[in-house]
């Protein structure tokens, strides 16, 4: 058997092949959009050897979603983790102009476009999802309080709505100005909640 016939059919590393794939499509142009026949000739193996890595699509988008947590936190989270900078800095890193991609396009969080398109058909992948975004209210409120806000976890929830609706529309209209106005807003509540006033 020829290499090339090996690494059609499997051969070393398919799995990875497959899920680098999964990494690169679902987060390009959706979890629906990508079928497996785009799958397998991108990752360059058959639909048998897909299918023997991964008993079904949910089951890849469940390996997909696992993989972008496990590779580190999300690049738009990012900033939180970052020691170098004052608990107040970090938040307001969360609100930087996201880039366009090679197609002039605002893609958003992965994790978000994927519960919107499963629409409650993937409970697995909700139930992931789910669990991101708890702990990341949770990192924000850990953060809110270092930044000495009198009511932490109002701040942090409140936070968190934030970023996450200025993403989603800075994804809806195809516009960074939500990130912008987003971060604005930010700013005010973590000046009411360190100087005492209370953000309720």
Do not use: W
């Amino acid at each position: 058997m020829s290499d090339a016939a090996g690494e059609r059919s499997g051969g070393r590393g398919a799995r990875e092949r497959i899920l680098r794939t999964a990494v690169q499509l679902f987060a390009r142009d959706g979890v629906q959009a990508t079928g497996i026949a785009k799958l397998t000739e991108t990752a360059q193996v058959s639909t048998r050897t897909l299918y023997q890595h991964f008993a079904s699509k949910d089951e890849l988008v469940r390996a997909y979603l696992e993989r972008l947590e496990s590779d580190g936190v999300l690049a738009a989270e990012a900033s939180l983790e970052q020691a170098a900078l004052s608990p107040r800095e970090r938040i307001l890193g969360l609100f930087v102009e996201v880039a366009l991609d090679a197609a002039g396009t605002i893609r958003g969080c992965p994790l978000h476009n994927v519960t919107v398109e499963a629409a409650g058909t993937m409970p697995e992948a909700t139930v992931l999802v789910e669990r991101h975004k708890q702990r990341f209210a949770k990192r924000l409120i850990e953060t809110a309080a270092e930044a000495g806000a009198q009511e932490p976890e109002v701040l942090g929830r409140r936070l968190a709505l934030i970023f996450e609706g200025a993403r989603a529309l800075s994804t809806s209209l195809n516009d960074t100005r939500p990130l912008r106005d987003g971060r604005d807003l930010a700013e005010a509540l973590l000046d009411q909640a360190t100087q005492g006033i209370s953000v309720r």
